[in-house]
């Protein structure tokens, strides 16, 4: 009997020490006397895009004594990790979502139904109105807008004297810059959703919605990549390149110029600080649109420390906050009364062509992803020499059939 | 044990006194609360998930689902929807194209590197654990690896074939569908093959040297030995490995993922990134489910017809 009693400590033991081991994972904070837990994308504190979060953080704690606990949980395993957390009761206290998915997560019930504290607040009309709309969801705000980002022209000016204003010039400098192992642009065209915004980009200019690959703007859109393509103004590589390889090709003077985003203004200044080079805003035709690039701060459904979440997210939103922030994280305001923004002539030309951004409305954001990795398939195809309007009504069946428009 | 022990004694074995019987049970129903642990650690972490993946592609489940419940039963319907779709027929075929490949690959490699190894010879020891690095690497770091000597414009391969003048200008392995699967193949075979090689060595081993002498008695050039007494005595060995790689390389995510996402145009998007992608990029976690469930039932049914066979060789 005393070997029964001892084998069932054991095994009972066990069991006790493995839920244990399983329970550690992010909480919302239910006791006060636990620190406050925020789950963010950006990086951890020894990475450039992480450490001005941290900072920023660490202002607060200092400021408010509150103890903050940040994970860091790389962009591909995001979206999963506050999924599953959600679905077992153990969110964060605060998630810093794409400003894309914060619909989709207030239908699902990931996060809470932030209105009452905003009306109580009261600086939501200090947004700029493309930005407030992706914290919308039936009516209800669920969300900050954290940041933004626009798309632009990075040029090197020992090789460019001054960035094409239209796709025509685009084509003819790029193929002009190009030979010798080096391209006149680079832009990521990798499978899924981020290759696709370079496509995206060339739509709008050409008068067409992303939605609507299969026009005559979709069309001359994937047919003026092709063109750049054939005559080496683009390598055929960018098929296989995400931002970063876009990025790396600049740096190293593979390519005269790219199109990517704010994120590696500071990184090109401390990593090849003898790259001689610029911004401009992205070049015309119907329009001169860029894809918005944004982030929302969130409060997880499960939480039960809204009171301190929200505090933290007021303070990060405060404009004197911003100003330090936004400049150490290559972004730029979401808001219109941050101060400075103009004062970097590389920021300025951001915030410029901020003003022009395109973000899908409340009944797209949902399928984005979808609808970005159709068009990032139909390039692929129409650079593999598929024709265009053949590539294009192809993604244009799975887009139709993302939206329920088909 | 017992069989060897004396009669008398195995009597009393059988026959036990009450006190004895009474303190055997209580033994037994030790030794099961010691199991305890370990079927709780199983239901918890493969059995639930399975089951729950499982239940999932007969529901209706989006991100909603998932986190508020209440998904609605819709028996067939996913299996039907997905087995309506040419995209799901063109990553079950990749799944199976990148799969015998990686096998046929792995295999040859690994005899390869058997039939070395298994040679005494200076430095055998060093090679050795030098080329199993390959398999001890963290996926990461070997498809990284992968897509640097394969890059078109820094990479290794077209810098050799350059010096060699073969290509002239910039060769994108990555981003041409053909040659991308090819790659993904080779880099999984480069994983995999040391530990094919392993086994291998062990199978080469096992082979009794007098039959090796026979054949040289009676004649047999090197090539018949190797045809006649080398591979037929492998054979359980080769079996295994080949059923082992398959079950790896089907499942395989992390090399593709972090090599191709799956592109150029969904020219190596297999079942698990196929699934991964509904899941994961589309939320739609019913439809992933099916694809998870036929992922789960290939290599299922292959290993039931490999222990049939085994037991069958066996009983012959």
């Not at chain 2, 070395?116 to 996926?139: D, K, Q, S």
Request: hydrophobic share 45%; charged share 15%.
């Amino acid at each position: 009997m005393r070997t029964v009693v001892r084998a069932s400590l054991v095994a009972a033991a066990a069991v006790l020490a493995a839920a244990g081991c399983a329970s550690g994972g992010g909480t919302g904070g239910g006791e006060p006397s636990e620190p406050l837990s925020v789950w963010q994308f950006y990086g951890d504190e020894s990475m450039p895009t992480g450490k001005p979060f941290y900072d920023l953080v660490a202002r607060y704690e200092q400021q408010s004594g509150t103890d903050v606990d940040i994970r860091f949980i790389p962009y591909d395993d995001f979206n999963r990790t506050l999924t599953q957390a959600a679905a077992a009761g153990d969110g964060p206290g605060i998630a810093l979502i794409s400003a894309f998915d914060t619909a989709a997560m207030a239908d699902a019930g990931v996060i809470q139904d932030l209105s009452a504290q905003v009306q109580d607040w009261g600086q939501q009309g200090a947004y700029f109105p493309t930005n407030w709309e992706s914290t919308q969801a039936d009516g209800k705000t669920y969300g900050i807008p954290h940041l933004a980002d626009a798309y632009a022209v990075y040029y090197n000016t020992a090789m460019v004297q001054q960035a094409p204003t239209t796709w025509t010039e685009m084509e003819s400098t790029a193929a002009a810059l190009s030979g010798e192992g080096r391209s006149g642009l680079a832009v990521s065209g990798i499978e899924g959703a981020e290759g696709a915004t370079g496509l995206a980009i060339r739509m709008l200019a050409a008068g067409a919605q992303p939605t609507e690959i299969d026009s005559p703007g979709g069309h001359a859109a994937l047919e003026s990549l092709r063109r750049m393509v054939q005559s080496g103004a683009l390598s055929e590589g960018f098929l296989t390149w995400n931002e970063e390889d876009a990025k790396n090709q600049f740096a190293t003077g593979q390519a005269a110029m790219m199109i990517n985003s704010a994120t590696y203004v500071n990184i090109l200044r401390e990593e090849n600080p003898d790259l001689q080079w610029s911004v401009a805003v992205l070049p015309s035709e119907a329009t001169g649109q860029t894809m918005l690039s944004a982030e929302n701060l969130t409060i997880g459904a499960t939480s039960d420390d809204t009171d301190r979440a929200w505090d933290l997210i007021t303070f990060m939103q405060r404009p004197e906050e911003l100003q330090v922030y936004l400049p150490e994280r290559n972004k730029l305001p979401a808001r219109s009364d941050v101060p400075g923004t103009a004062e970097d002539p590389v920021r300025a030309v951001f915030a410029q062509q901020l003003q022009q951004a395109w973000a899908p409305d409340a009944a797209l954001a949902p399928h984005t992803t979808e609808v970005l990795t159709a068009l990032q398939a139909a390039l692929q195809q129409t650079i593999s020499g598929t024709p265009a309007p053949d590539a294009a009504r192809a993604a244009q069946a799975t887009i139709d059939e993302a939206l329920g428009t088909s | 044990m017992t069989v060897i022990e004396a009669k008398g004694a195995l009597e009393r074995t059988r026959t036990p006194s009450p006190p004895h019987r009474a303190r055997r049970r209580a033994g037994n129903r030790a030794d099961q609360l010691f199991l305890l642990p370990a079927v709780l650690f199983a239901a918890v972490t493969v059995v639930y998930p399975l089951v729950y993946s499982v239940l999932q592609a007969f529901q209706d489940v989006g991100l909603r689902e998932v986190i508020r419940g209440g998904a609605e039963w819709v028996g067939f319907a996913n299996f039907a929807d997905q087995f309506g779709r040419a995209e799901f027929w063109q990553a079950l075929w990749l799944s199976l194209v990148y799969t015998v490949g990686t096998v046929v690959l792995t295999y040859v490699g690994g005899l390869a590197l058997a039939l070395l190894f298994v040679r005494e010879f200076a430095g055998r020891n060093v090679m050795r654990a030098l080329l199993m690095l390959a398999w001890i690497l963290p996926t990461v770091v070997g498809a990284n690896v992968w897509r640097w000597l394969l890059d078109g414009s820094y990479g290794l391969l077209n810098a050799v074939l350059r010096g060699l003048g073969l290509i002239d200008g910039d060769l994108f392995w990555l981003g041409q569908p053909g040659p991308a699967l090819v790659s993904v193949i080779v880099a999984t075979a480069w994983s995999f093959a040391p530990f094919a090689m392993i086994l291998m060595v062990a199978g080469l081993q096992g082979v009794p040297a007098m039959l090796y002498e026979a054949a040289r008695i009676d004649g047999a050039s090197a090539w018949q030995q190797f045809r006649h007494v080398t591979l037929p005595a492998l054979r359980p060995v080769s079996v295994t490995v080949m059923l082992l790689i398959f079950i790896f390389a089907f499942k395989t995510f992390d090399t593709i993922y972090l090599m191709t996402r799956g592109g150029p145009g969904g020219a190596t998007l297999t079942l698990p990134l196929y699934a991964f992608q509904e899941a994961f990029e589309f939320r739609r976690y019913d439809t992933a489910a099916v694809a998870t469930t036929v992922m789960l039932l290939v290599p299922l049914v292959l290993s039931i017809f490999y222990f049939r066979s085994l037991r069958r060789e066996e009983a012959a």
